[in-house]
């Protein structure tokens, strides 16, 4: 697979790609983060180190990596 090639997150079902070094959710990076406090679901490249919705430092988990 190739970075033309998706595919979907078998935990979540979004959008995966290959990047050839690992497999990245599209536009998410390759791991998802949960908010106990408000339920907030996403990513990026890289972690948030608070939750974008409601700013909470404490509550943010990592859910799962792409696969």
Not at 9 to 22: A, I, L, N, Q, R
Not at 28 to 40: A, L, P
Request: aromatic share 2%; proline share 3%; charged share 20%.
């Amino acid at each position: 697979m190739n970075q033309t090639q998706e595919s979907k997150c078998k935990t979540c079902g979004k959008p995966t790609v290959d990047t050839g070094s690992s497999v990245v959710h599209v536009g998410g990076g390759i791991m998802e983060q949960r908010c106990r406090n408000c339920g907030w679901v996403g990513g990026q490249v890289g972690k948030f180190v608070q939750c974008p919705r409601c700013g909470d430092e404490t509550q943010l988990d990592d859910d799962h990596s792409a696969n």
